[in-house]
């Protein structure tokens, strides 16, 4: 028995521009609903988290279409044609609504004219704002409406002098420490943000943008509209895009074979970030850029790999080739007999996957609030390009895949996961305390080490519901861990978007490490599925179930 690596490479290429999609869609989605149409993070969370909803009805729908499809080029090519070509278009429509809006706030869409600055003032002066540390403010309180306006971008006026941070001057008096770390920078780096754009400017512009939203609201109803079929679009070939992969490969090759798919889509996902790092999609300069571009090369990305898929991909033929050589080795016989085989569960058992389950659905509270807040975190709290961070940190799991599969046939499941879930709390306690003026090479190891932490935990939970429940319904105890990683990735949108707005927006990597900590206690309650640890090699180490 042999992979066919080239064939699953090209198999791959649905998981490709899958990943491709949830990059882009994760990181402007947040970045577009807060700044141009000025919603709160709850109200973010909660659009953000439309897609794990609709994910908990759908996926299980058309899967289950897939199976009954009877089509000339298979049954699950045309469900991936379909909602690609339907996802990639109305990506490009929905950037057309996002420059709709950005004409709504056209006033204030250049971020550092004090023209802009003063529509912001006249609008918002008598507000009371919140900063993203959380403080509140009133803009009338702390400026005048000319100092107000001469507030650049970064910490150098417009007329070359540095801003003062002496007690003297009203608007730095609650701030002058954070002011003095800047002028510090400042003599280091030309390009260091003022934070007095980052704390009183950018929560100002958004309640602008809030405002007008709330007047013309008919374009927010349009983009909810059109991003829900933009959902329903993904939906449409998710779970078959996955069910294809089993389909066109024998049973003892597709540990190997899910490993290549994965490493397609993280590969996917990498370069989606390489393309906001070229359109800067992460800098401050650009909190009003339109997307219409960057969506149309994402979209132009997705098609490009669908071609490629259908160039190479010939699913009837492919299946034809995995059941002839599945008859070949006698695999359906050995099938048959575990099925005859299944038992329920122990008492034991059900106790420890209970707290697996708790596990899982913990961790994704604390990771997941981070990867769909982070590209607005980092543009208000760090002033740092959240394309660079996450590239690490994807480009670190990459790298750990067969080390932590090693370390995991040797000392076991449980205590590997444990070890990454320490990783995990780790980078999010200390990030928690990182901000615009610490060393960018301590946020960078922090994220590296949270892409190391992620992968250990990914590479071993999988496969302990699957040893766990071995003997019994596996694909029913299948759907129930998808169920539990999912409810987490709906709730936490909403719940830490929820504190954001109470408690500003610092409390997101605390939040998370609380969630990642007590992941960790429930898995010391863990006590199956980890009794005879084996060693997985190659690409092997590289599975990781989604």
């Not at 990498?270 to 992460?282: D, H, K, P, S």
């Not at 708790?358 to 609030?369: D, H, K, P």
């Not at 932590?404 to 305390?433: E, N, Y």
């Amino acid at each position: 028995m042999k992979l066919n690596y080239k064939r699953t490479i090209f198999v791959g290429f649905a998981f490709f521009l899958i990943s491709a999609f949830w990059q882009a869609y994760d990181n402007a989605i947040p970045l577009a609903l807060t700044n141009k149409f000025g919603l709160s993070q709850t109200a973010s969370g909660v659009i953000m988290a439309l897609d794990n909803i609709l994910a908990l009805f759908l996926l299980p729908l058309f899967g289950t279409l897939s199976d009954r499809c009877r089509s000339r080029r298979g049954r699950r090519t045309p469900f991936i044609v379909t909602g690609t070509v339907l996802a990639a278009v109305l990506l490009v429509v929905l950037s057309f609504v996002d420059m709709a809006q950005l004409k709504n706030v056209s006033a204030v869409a250049e971020v550092d004219s004090p023209a802009a600055l003063q529509t912001i003032y006249d609008s918002q002066s008598a507000e009371t704002l919140r900063t993203p540390d959380g403080d509140s403010y009133v803009l009338q309180e702390l400026f005048t409406r000319e100092e107000f306006a001469s507030i650049s971008f970064q910490l150098e006026k417009r007329d070359g002098t540095l801003y003062s941070v002496s007690a003297d001057a009203p608007y730095t008096l609650a701030f002058s420490a954070d002011h003095a770390d800047a002028v510090a920078k400042q003599a280091e780096d030309k390009a260091f943000t003022n934070p007095q754009y980052t704390d009183f400017v950018i929560p100002a512009r958004q309640a602008y943008a809030a405002a007008q939203t709330d007047a013309n609201p008919g374009i927010l109803i349009l983009f909810i509209a059109v991003l829900l079929m933009v959902l329903l679009s993904m939906a449409i070939f998710r779970s078959p895009a996955v069910a294809l992969m089993p389909d066109v490969t024998i049973k003892p090759l597709r540990s190997k074979a899910n490993a290549v798919i994965n490493l397609m889509g993280t590969a996917g996902g990498m370069l989606v970030l390489g393309l906001g790092i070229v359109f800067a999609t992460g800098s401050l300069h650009n909190a009003m850029m339109s997307y219409r571009l960057y969506f149309a090369v994402v979209a132009g990305l997705m098609l490009l790999a669908l071609a490629i898929f259908l160039w190479q991909v010939k699913e009837p033929r492919f299946v034809r080739e995995m059941e002839a050589e599945t008859k070949r080795l006698g695999l359906e016989e050995k099938e048959s007999e575990e099925k005859s085989e299944k038992q329920a569960l122990s008492r034991a058992r059900r106790r420890s996957l209970v707290f697996l389950l708790a596990s899982i659905v913990l961790w994704f509270f604390g990771y997941n609030a981070i990867t769909s807040k982070y590209s607005v975190y980092a543009g208000n709290i760090l002033n740092k390009d959240y394309n660079l961070t996450l590239m690490l940190a994807q480009g670190a799991a990459i790298i750990s895949y067969l080390p932590v599969g090693f370390v995991a046939s040797r000392v076991g499941r449980k205590k590997t996961i444990l070890a990454g879930i320490v990783m995990l709390t780790t980078s999010f306690a200390v990030a928690g305390f990182l901000r615009q003026s610490s060393p960018t090479w301590l946020m960078n190891t922090m994220f590296c080490l949270a892409g190391i932490g992620w992968a250990t935990i990914n590479v071993n939970s999988f496969p302990m519901v699957v040893e766990m429940c071995k003997g019994s319904d596996v694909g029913k105890y299948t759907g129930i861990y998808y169920t539990a990683s999912m409810a987490a990735q709906t709730l936490t949108p909403m719940l830490s978007g929820f504190l954001m707005d109470k408690l500003g927006m610092t409390v997101l990597f605390p939040y998370a490490a609380i969630f990642a900590g007590l992941a960790f206690v429930t898995m010391l309650f863990v006590f199956h599925g980890d009794n005879k640890p084996t060693a997985k090699k190659g690409l092997e180490a590289l599975d990781v179930e989604d």
